[in-house]
């Protein structure tokens, strides 16, 4: 087989001027976003800052029961439904919505100030492969390098400054959040350091409810024992003099750098949220102070090459799992803005592939929230949408290339998420359905929170939709599917498993056929049109729904008949059910329909495919295995059209590879990677009708920038050249399933298959001509079926098919 593909090696020519020009860095913990301007500045962020309080939830759970809000209500909220009385359905949901989720926080900016930089032969290179920025330039003549990084093996980034001859600078911290105290000092030995506690609000809004009290900090909201603190710390180390101004207001110290060839910083922060996070007692401030100072100041005056080689090391590890190669480039790095301007997407899809990877490496890692909408970079006080996790869609995408790229263990922040949205969403469950089980809505946050948002004003579209858990459930399928650990399945994705099963069993409702569908009933985000003119939002049993419900008692049954010792009663309630559940039905024009009577979409582009979800991420519909049901995806995906934002974009892709629709898929793929031509700062309608496309700095954006489109994107590129079978002869992996005529050779390493395979492979003229499966799991020798234009061939797991085409000529 040809070697391993290239590093891909990311550069940019001037310090960014703005946020989306900055470059990101991250450990899962800590983010930073280097702009590379002459304060060196770096945005910074805490993956465990955000507004509110462990126990929000429940207290917003206890309102909306004070409001009315029960069983008693529902069984009203399914009579309206039954009458098409819309009005009266809208008015009793929304007595159902408790406040907004919560919000992602930045925690402020490090300053690394040299003046002023020559920005002629400015470089800022970003290495995906090893996960470091390096700049140079000339400052007043001398050359200089600065690195920057964050170690997740060290926990803190860092910023190295090397200059070939002596330079001054000035180091400041600073945070928008309310600071509480603020530290400094030098040692006798010259290290220096600064330190802020800051406090982030116990309560927030989102920015599109401008009449909502944007913060409400801790003197003025309710008492609940938790201190909403946090501590950022920095320690500078260098060759040269240093010297601490004293502080003029809160913040406001800084160290004065002087005569220095070389300087080290290390930035850590240390909060009780995370330690909320990571089930550890909650400290006093001043402890919270003097773990972050004391951790600075150990990396700080560590060896620097020492500390970069170990985090290269272990970012290699990660990042090196999986690779692609279409074009064939040089080995120089990529030129974003030529990259941007020439629209090659061969190239561009290799970027793309590299980047998602990257940037989920960086913003999750076990024993923090996980990626958010934002991943875990976020320089707002009142972020799009608040920052947080909307899970009819954008968490999950975050997640699709973990276990598909060879990334299993980035995927274990959402497992513990969906622990905490559990347990608040059994509460949920019981006081406002009576159901079994436990519930999730439309957003959550790293509380846990279960209810639906919308404070009571919302828009049912979206605000109400208690499908949540049950497509967080997929996730948890997968952990199994790709990592096949029978002790994980046992002890943490069953009983999961089981509580999501227990609510879908008690949502479900018989219909005047007998069959089992749902009622009240929403495609996230979307309106119905009856034949009669009338339009809603609220019906019963759209196809997501049922999808969704299926698929999870099907995987419950299955997780059980695995590791054994579940309830049986509820398994039997299971196997029951399931005959029972409505199919889905095919319109007479040969689209899926979304919702359960014959009511047509209100806006036939919609950007969401809620009632595609069994075609993608779900395997209910399958080209070879329900052939009437694909052809009605694709005339669904057909009528849709192209575009919208860069989560739409990577569902349609990914949808189109698992079609065999390759050429399409391209289309889509130089669709999302466009430059995006408006102002990035100003968000654009939320319906789509504004397209987006990428930033300068390869962030994908509506606007606003959700880096859901950056991770679904890689994902969906996986899914174009490699399938997702189980290598079994009624579910092969599939080579190249969508490759387009354009993309004739090239080579991918790593992708998983959800037997726990990882696959290597080349091709040429689009023909597969190399091989190589790798067992990733421990699960010892095995034959794997893999096919290619409707052939198959049995490869042992572990063997190398190399030379000539593996399947002959094309039939």
Do not use: C
Request: charged share 20%; glycine share 12%; aromatic share 6%.
């Amino acid at each position: 087989m040809s070697a391993a593909p290239r590093p891909v090696r990311l550069r940019w020519t001037a310090p960014a001027a703005r946020w989306g020009e900055a470059t990101p860095v991250g450990n899962g913990e800590i983010g930073g976003m280097v702009l590379g301007d002459a304060r060196g500045r770096i945005g910074l962020n805490d993956a465990s800052l955000w507004s509110g309080t462990p126990d929000g939830p429940r207290r917003a759970l206890d309102a909306v029961v004070a409001g009315g809000a029960g069983p008693e209500r529902l069984a009203q909220v399914r009579d309206a439904v039954a009458r098409h009385d819309d009005d009266e359905t809208e008015r009793l949901l929304r007595t159902f919505e408790g406040p907004w989720s919560q919000e992602f926080l930045p925690l402020g900016d490090l300053h690394l100030d040299l003046g002023r930089i020559d920005a002629a032969g400015y470089e800022r290179v970003l290495d995906l492969s090893s996960a470091v920025v390096d700049e140079t330039f000339l400052l007043d003549g001398v050359p200089v390098r600065r690195s920057t990084w964050v170690s997740a093996a060290d926990g803190a980034l860092l910023v190295e400054l090397v200059a070939d001859a002596p330079v001054s600078a000035v180091v400041r911290l600073r945070s928008p959040l309310r600071v509480a105290g603020s530290d400094a000092g030098v040692s006798d030995g010259g290290l220096a350091h600064l330190s802020l506690l800051v406090e982030t609000p116990v309560d927030g809004a989102p920015s599109h409810e401008p009449d909502a009290v944007a913060h409400v900090w801790r003197e003025d909201g309710p008492g609940s024992g938790f201190d909403p603190a946090a501590a950022v710390a920095v320690a500078v180390h260098s060759d040269g003099a240093a010297t601490v101004v004293p502080a003029e207001d809160a913040g406001a110290h800084k160290v004065v750098i002087t005569g220095a060839h070389r300087v080290l910083l290390a930035v850590t922060s240390e909060t009780n949220a995370r330690r909320w996070w990571r089930h550890e007692p909650q400290a006093p401030r001043a402890e919270l102070v003097a773990h972050a100072v004391r951790r600075a100041r150990e990396v700080a005056t560590s060896d620097a090459g020492a500390l970069r080689a170990r985090h290269e090391a272990a970012a290699r590890e990660l990042l090196g799992r999986s690779g692609l190669e279409l074009d064939a480039p040089d080995d120089g790095p990529v030129d974003v803005a030529a990259l941007l301007a020439d629209a090659d997407d061969q190239a561009l899809a290799r970027v793309i592939y590299a980047y998602g990877r990257y940037l989920l490496v960086s913003s999750s890692q076990p024993g923090s929230p996980p990626a958010n909408l934002q991943g875990i970079w976020n320089a707002s006080m009142r972020p799009p949408w608040s920052s947080n996790y909307t899970i009819n869609i954008n968490t999950q995408m975050n997640y699709w290339l973990a276990e598909r790229t060879g990334l299993g263990e980035l995927h274990e922040p959402l497992l513990d998420l969906i622990e905490r949205v559990a347990g608040e969403g059994r509460a949920v469950a019981g006081a406002l359905y009576g159901a079994r089980g436990w519930v999730a809505h439309h957003n959550t946050d790293p509380w846990g929170y279960a209810l639906p948002v919308g404070a009571g004003h919302s828009p049912t579209s979206w605000a109400f939709w208690p499908m949540g858990g049950l497509w967080l459930a997929d996730h948890l399928w997968q952990r199994w599917e790709y990592g096949r650990d029978r002790d994980e399945l046992a002890g943490r994705v069953l009983p999961l498993l089981l509580g999501a099963s227990a609510f879908a069993l008690d949502w479900l409702v018989t219909g005047a056929d007998g069959t089992l569908g749902t009622s009240p009933s929403t495609s996230p985000e979307n309106f119905f049109l009856r034949a009669d003119g009338t339009s809603g939002a609220v019906g019963a049993s759209s196809a997501m729904d049922l999808s969704l419900i299926r698929a999870t008692l099907e995987r419950t049954l299955a997780a059980a008949e695995a590791v054994g010792g579940a309830d049986a009663a509820l398994l039997d309630e299971i196997r029951a059910a399931l005959p029972r559940i409505a199919p889905l039905r095919v319109a007479d024009d040969g689209t899926l329909y979304e919702w359960g009577d014959d009511s047509g979409s209100l806006e036939p582009h919609h950007r969401h495919l809620s009632h595609l979800i069994g075609l993608h991420p779900l395997h209910a519909i399958d080209v070879e295995r329900t052939p009437e049901l694909a052809d009605a995806a694709r005339r669904t995906l057909d009528a849709r059209g192209p575009g919208a934002m860069g989560w739409s974009w990577s569902w349609k892709i990914a949808m189109r590879a698992r079609l065999g629709d390759g050429d399409v898929a391209r289309d889509l793929l130089r669709e999302a990677t466009t430059p995006y031509p408006g102002d990035p700062d100003l968000d654009a309608p939320p319906d789509g009708s504004e397209w987006g496309g990428l930033l300068p700095n390869l962030f994908s954006t509506h606007p606003p920038f959700q880096i859901d489109g950056n991770f679904g994107l890689a994902a969906a590129i996986a899914e174009m050249l490699v399938g997702t079978g189980e290598g079994t002869s009624e579910s092969p992996v599939r080579l190249l399933p969508a490759l387009p005529a354009a993309w004739p050779d090239g080579r991918i390493t790593g992708v998983r298959t959800r037997g726990g395979v990882a696959v290597d492979l080349d091709w040429r003229g689009g023909r597969p001509v190399a091989l190589r499966l790798h067992d990733v799991v421990g699960a010892g020798p095995r034959d794997v079926v893999v096919s290619f234009a409707g052939q198959t061939r049995t490869v042992p797991v572990g063997s190398a098919v190399d030379g000539g085409d593996l399947f002959g000529e094309a039939s």
